[in-house]
């Protein structure tokens, strides 16, 4: 092509042109509002007719050199609308061939070739953008906006992505081509900076193509473009005195990124290095950016859990790190991506048969939303299922699927909650009495199933994973578990050890020392623990039916309080009286949340520890006997037709122990003078305990087989006084 004249160049890039357009049956000329990234060009690739025209585009633009282009672009003259024309729709086919790829996969050296041609020509146009398009008159916002897309475009296309290759491929194609993303992303960074002013019209949009590149597996490249964040941070500072607009982007655009695969540890590392030292040097942004860095690498660290576990069979490792990407959205206020992490928890549940749990978690997204008729934003329905307008509308919906999933957790209480509310929506607000009736049978039946459905007592376990062996969100921390129906501790434990093969049992509950949680093996340590469980304030000092207190209790109590009791011994062991030098080391942990929740356990937040003597422990032991005698002698005396010897039974292990000797023991330990003398602050509990045993040694009378005798008849007159009537 050397010595063509003007008019032949232009004439031979037009004729490249239309050649090029016609082989992807697309017409040449385009508007230029078109954006790249929004309407690319329907590419039909299912012909082999196509490959060759984009060969014979890729040969001719190989024998350009940089004054063929210089030439060409003159030959538009002063028709600057001409050139944009040119550009926008060189730009658009550009990215249109690297976002389908032409030839296969396995052709490298075609490919590397084509993108090897492309980058030389994106850099040459490149330089016109900055000579005839950068100055404040002739800026072309949407020339420039495609210019970036194509460039990420082609940074991130599959086929540059060396680390994907074995390493000799990688070798060989490095040593031929090197790594074209590194040159095609410090161009793009300088042209970043060329920008000046320009910048803040390009923020937010940028934000997801710059972080899409930066993500990329090369330090180099991350180390150069990384710092481009930090210039947006800047530039939009400096214009509204905040950079709302840039946290919010990257924070929505990361999430995704990270989902899809891109990102890892190096990157969180590089991140906050960079841009804290940044930030530091900033008079103006040293706090607050300081403050956003550790925002983002809060979240990086949960979405890199989330990504590590997400295909994980262990469904209780997801639902963790699901938990801690939610909870972080709620706390940085980004309902849309907190409701988006709900579902995702919800569907966890369901496939476990965590009916409960999942009743809970949508239970959060059901107060979010107001019993109004405001419209209901997009981000608000996540789910085909549902179809309202209005808030209120979602909100009736999604309560009756709540009742429904509390209603196979047997969690009826919470079900009725529910349920009231709902009714008062029925008849005061909407008045839709048919909804009414059927709110109230279901109601109904709950409270039936409250007082007639046994419902199984649940055990709940301490479970703690010590050792840098573990992941990060596990790693010496302990957690109390809500057990299923039935689950002994030897079962659950066997379950979460197969999910950890490699983990070694501790034998003891004690804590562990510092040297095991250093280590880099796996421990594991399970006991079970009592929940402290209080009787609610309305049915205290009441005849209560037994059905109805077991239901506030177990399995729908909320309980994040719990107890671990170990016996210690101090002192000479007394071979007659092993419980007069008993003591008992009890620990109370509490959770983060409250049992059941949107998990079947949670983190222990704090734990103490008390020890109890031996005559404190032998007041706890007589209280709980006996309030279990007086238990089920109420059921008893409620319905006469139970078997009778569970009650017997227990009634014969008191006054004739098997084994231990019963509370004789406690009296040969504690009612003697040398006691009393030794320890005279137990008078008020020695006296206490001896109550204890006064109400065992009167026990209260079985319930009789035979039926009561009927009432008295009496007159109508008696009758009347008796009912305060005065006739």
């Known amino acids: 092509m050397e010595g063509t004249d003007g008019d032949d160049v232009k004439m031979f890039h037009g004729n490249l042109k239309e050649l090029f357009c016609s082989a992807l049956w697309v017409p040449v000329h385009r508007s230029r509002e078109e954006e790249v990234d929004d309407t690319p060009l329907a590419l039909d690739w299912s012909t082999t007719r196509q490959g060759g ?61 084509q993108n090897k041609v492309f980058l030389r020509a994106i850099n040459q146009y490149a330089a016109v953008l900055n000579k005839k398009f950068l100055d404040q008159t002739n800026f072309e916002l949407q020339l420039w906006n495609n210019y ?51 910048k803040i019209k390009f923020i937010p949009e940028m934000v997801g193509p710059i972080l899409e590149m930066t993500l990329i597996p090369e330090v180099e490249l991350r180390k150069a473009t990384v710092p481009i964040f930090f ?36 990157y969180k590392l590089l991140f906050q290095k960079i841009l804290l030292e940044h930030c530091r040097k900033h008079k ?15 979240l990086l660290e949960r979405l890199l859990d989330y990504r590590t576990i997400m295909h994980d069979e262990n469904k209780e490792n997801r639902m963790s790190c699901t938990v801690n990407v939610l909870n972080f959205y709620k706390e940085i206020e980004r309902e849309e991506m907190y409701i988006r992490y709900l579902y ?85 607000e909407m008045f839709d009495f048919e909804q ?95 929940p402290i469980l209080d009787l609610p304030a309305k049915f205290q000092n009441k005849a209560v039916s037994e059905q109805i207190v077991r239901g506030t209790r177990a399995p729908s109590a909320e309980v994040h309080k719990f107890q671990y009791s170990r016996p210690v011994r101090k002192g000479e062991k007394d071979p007659d009286n092993e419980f007069a030098n008993m003591w008992i080391e009890r620990t109370t942990y509490a959770t983060a949340y409250k049992l059941p929740g949107i998990l079947r356990w949670f983190e222990v937040q704090w734990g103490s520890t008390e020890e109890i003597s031996p005559l404190e422990n032998a007041m706890e032991t007589m209280q709980l006997t006996n309030e279990k005698i007086s238990s089920i002698v109420q059921r008893h005396h409620n319905d006469p037709n139970l078997p009778i010897n569970p009650l017997s039974m227990l009634l014969n292990g008191i006054v004739d122990p098997a084994v231990m000797g ?62 305060g009537i005065v006739q």
């Not at 107001?370 to 808030?391: I, M, P």
């Not at 409270?447 to 199984?456: F, G, S």
């Open 436 to 530: 009414l009736s059927a709110s109230l049978r279901k109601q109904a039946q709950f409270y039936e199933n409250i007082v007639k459905v046994i419902r199984p007592k649940l055990d709940y376990f301490a479970m703690g994973y010590y050792g840098m062996g573990f992941p990060s969100f596990l790693r010496n921390k302990m957690f109390i578990y809500r057990g299923k129906e039935y689950e002994r501790r030897e079962d659950f434990e066997a379950r979460v050890l197969t999910q950890f093969p490699n983990a070694e049992k501790m034998k003891t509950t004690t804590p562990p020392s510092e040297d095991i949680k250093a280590s880099s093996g796996q421990y594991i340590q399970c006991f079970t623990v009592k």
């Open 284 to 298: 103006y942004l040293a706090k607050s950016g300081a403050d956003f860095v550790g925002l983002v690498v809060r």
């Open 148 to 198: 970036f897309h194509l460039a990420v475009a082609y940074l991130t296309q599959e086929s540059l992505q060396l680390e994907n290759f074995s390493s000799d491929k990688r070798a060989k194609i490095f040593h031929k081509y090197q790594d074209m993303r590194r040159q095609i992303g410090f161009e793009i960074r300088d042209m970043w900076y060329n920008l000046g002013p320009h």
């Open 231 to 266: 210039d947006m941070m800047q530039c939009e500072f400096h214009f509204t005195c905040s950079f709302q607009r840039f946290e919010s982007e990257i924070i929505t655009k990361l999430d995704h990124e990270v989902e899809g695969g891109r990102g890892d540890e190096q």
């Open 662 to 723: 019963g509370f004789a023991n406690y009296e040969k330990a504690f009612f003697n003078d040398k006691y009393i003398q030794e320890h005279p602050e137990d008078l008020d509990k020695i006296d206490k305990l001896k109550d204890f045993i006064a109400w065992q040694d009167t026990p209260p009378p079985l319930p009789s087989k035979t039926p009561p005798p009927p009432p008295p008849k009496t007159t109508r007159k008696q009758a009347s006084i008796d009912s």
């Open 53 to 113: 025209f984009v060969a014979s585009m890729t040969a001719t633009l190989r024998q350009m050199e940089d004054y063929h282009y210089a030439h060409l672009i003159n030959t538009f003259g002063k028709m600057r609308s001409d050139v944009v024309d040119f550009l926008m729709e060189t730009f658009i086919m550009f990215k249109d061939l690297i976002g389908k790829n032409v030839y296969p996969t396995d052709w490298v050296i075609m490919n590397m070739m």
């Open 344 to 428: 995702k928890l919800c569907d966890l549940h369901k496939e476990c048969d965590n009916y409960t749990e999942a009743a809970f978690t949508l239970l959060l997204h059901a107060k979010l939303l107001k019993w109004s008729e405001e419209a209901c934003a997009a981000h608000l329905t996540q789910r085909d299922g549902y179809h309202a307008s209005t808030q209120g509308q979602l909100k009736d919906q999604l309560y009756q699927q709540i009742i429904n999933y509390f209603d196979k957790g047997k969690m009826w209480e919470e079900a009725i909650i529910l349920g009231k509310e709902l009714a008062e929506q029925y008849e005061n």
